[in-house]
C-alpha cells in the first residue's frame, strides 16, 4: 500500500517562496502519475500541478509561472517549488499519487502567506 508524506509547509511572506516535498513508500511501482492539490480555507480543493512519470507537466492557471513541480523516480518523491507568493495561496496542499488503481493521499501541508 502506497504512503505519501508531505513536508516543507510553513508560515511565508508575501513574495517569499516555500518548496513542498512529498516522498512515496510501498508500493511505488504501480504510481504513474503525482501532483500536489490545496484547499483554502471555506473552498473546495483544486489543483496545483501534476507531474507523469515521464515529466510531462501540468498547472492550474493561476500557477502557472510561479510553481515549478519536479520529480525524482529513482527516491519516489515530487516537489514543489512555489515563489511569488501571495496571501490567497493560503491552503493546506496536499500531495497526490495514481495510476493502476492506485489512488492515494498524504495528510496534508499547512501553507500560510502572511506579513
Known amino acids: 500500500q502506497v504512503q505519501l508524506v508531505e513536508s516543507g509547509g510553513g508560515l511565508v511572506q508575501p513574495g517569499g517562496s516555500l518548496r513542498l516535498s512529498c516522498s512515496a513508500s510501498g508500493g511505488t511501482f504501480l504510481i504513474n502519475n503525482m501532483g500536489w492539490y490545496r484547499r483554502a480555507p471555506g473552498k473546495e480543493r483544486e489543483l496545483v500541478a501534476v507531474?507523469?512519470?515521464?515529466?510531462?507537466?501540468n498547472y492550474a492557471d493561476s500557477m502557472k509561472g510561479r510553481f515549478t513541480i519536479s520529480r525524482d523516480n529513482a527516491k519516489d518523491t515530487v516537489s514543489l517549488q512555489m515563489t511569488s507568493l501571495k496571501p490567497e495561496d493560503t491552503a493546506v496542499y496536499y500531495c497526490?499519487?495514481?495510476?493502476?488503481?492506485?489512488?492515494?493521499w498524504g495528510q496534508g501541508t499547512q501553507v500560510t502567506v502572511s506579513s
Open positions: 507531474i507523469t512519470r515521464e515529466g510531462t507537466t
Open positions: 497526490n499519487a495514481w495510476g493502476n488503481g492506485l489512488d492515494t
